[in-house]
């Protein structure tokens, strides 16, 4: 079977993200002060051949954990549907 893993990955909630700050700092800039705190991180779509969902969950898991996700860094949620 095939799945559809959406993957988010963002910087860890205590972490500096120099990128969110940067684009925090230009919202004023485009007529928007009234947003603060932005966090900028990165969504991934995955296909996966799977014989269950369980399985599907596994295997983006394990991608996330060993590739898409830097633990240290960053944390990771995902969805997965059936494509």
Sequence with gaps: MKF???INVMPHKNLL????KAVTGSMAAIG????HN????KHITL???????????????EACRKLLANPIM???E?????G
């Design 78 to 82: 995902f969805t997965i549907q059936k």
């Design 38 to 41: 932005v966090r900028v991180g």
């Design 4 to 6: 559809i893993a959406e």
């Design 17 to 20: 993200d120099p990128q969110g």
């Design 74 to 76: 960053e944390f990771f």
């Design 32 to 35: 928007l002060p009234q947003v």
């Design 47 to 61: 296909e996966i051949e799977a014989l269950d969902e369980a399985e599907a969950n596994l295997k983006t898991e």
